[in-house]
C-alpha cells in the first residue's frame, strides 16, 4: 500500500498544550510522524510518496471563509498584538454574548473560532495545516486512479476541525475534503 506525505506537515511544532488544568508538552507532534513513517519502513507496508498540490478551492468549499482567512492570519495578528507565546483561545462566547459577528480582536477571535484551549496556534500552524490536506486528496486521488488502497500520513489530522472551528489538533478537516471526492482536477 501506497503512503502519501509532506514534510511541510511537520512545519507546526507547538510546545504547549491545555490539559487537567496545566501546560504540557502536546500529544500530537511532528514526532508522530517520524514514528509512523519509521514503523511503516520497518514493516514493509509500502514506498512512501510526495503530494500534489490542491490549492486553496477544495478547503473553501469546506470551510466559512472567515475562519479560513482567520487560520491563515491568526499567527501574524498574535505576533502584531504584541504576544510571544503560542495563540491559544483564553476566552468563548457566553450564552449572554452576541454571537452574530465575529471579534475584530486576536483575542475574542481566537475563542470564537476555537472548540477548546487544548490546540494552540503558532508559526507552522497554515503551512501544515494547508499540506495535511494535500496529503489526504493526493492519497485519495491514487485510489480514485487506480482502486488501490491508500494511506494519508496527514499531520495536523484533521477530523475534529468544523466548518467554522479548530480544536483536537485539527485546522482543516480532511476526511469532509475526502467525502467530497476532491481531486487535482477541481
Given amino acids: 500500500m501506497l ?3 509532506d514534510n511541510r506537515t511537520q512545519s507546526r511544532r507547538s510546545t504547549s498544550e491545555l490539559a487537567g488544568g496545566r501546560l504540557i508538552a502536546p500529544l500530537e ?6 514514528m509512523i513513517a519509521a514503523r511503516i519502513r520497518a514493516t514493509g ?13 477544495p478547503i473553501a468549499a469546506v470551510h466559512d471563509a472567515g475562519y479560513l482567512a482567520f487560520i491563515e492570519n491568526a499567527w501574524a495578528e498574535w505576533q502584531a ?16 454574548t452576541r454571537a452574530d459577528f465575529v471579534p ?13 484551549a487544548e490546540t494552540a496556534i503558532e508559526a507552522g500552524t497554515w503551512t501544515a495545516a494547508r499540506a495535511s490536506v494535500d496529503v489526504a486528496l493526493t492519497a485519495l486521488d491514487h485510489v480514485l486512479a487506480t482502486g488501490e488502497p491508500a494511506f ?19 485546522f482543516f478537516n480532511n476526511a469532509v475534503n475526502v467525502l467530497c471526492g476532491f481531486d ?3
Avoid: M, N, S
Fill in 45 to 57: 507496508l509500502g514506498e512512501i510518496r510526495g503530494t500534489t498540490p490542491h490549492g486553496r478551492e
Fill in 81 to 96: 498584538a504584541g504576544y510571544t507565546g503560542e495563540a491559544i483561545a483564553t476566552a468563548w462566547p457566553t450564552r449572554r
Fill in 29 to 34: 507532534c511532528p514526532e508522530r510522524v517520524d
Fill in 104 to 116: 475584530r480582536h486576536i483575542d475574542g477571535k481566537l475563542g470564537y473560532y476555537a472548540l477548546a
Fill in 152 to 170: 494519508g500520513l496527514c499531520r495536523p489530522p484533521g477530523h475534529h476541525a468544523a466548518v467554522d472551528q479548530y480544536g483536537g489538533y485539527c
Fill in 184 to 186: 487535482d482536477a477541481a
Fill in 3 to 5: 503512503t502519501f506525505h
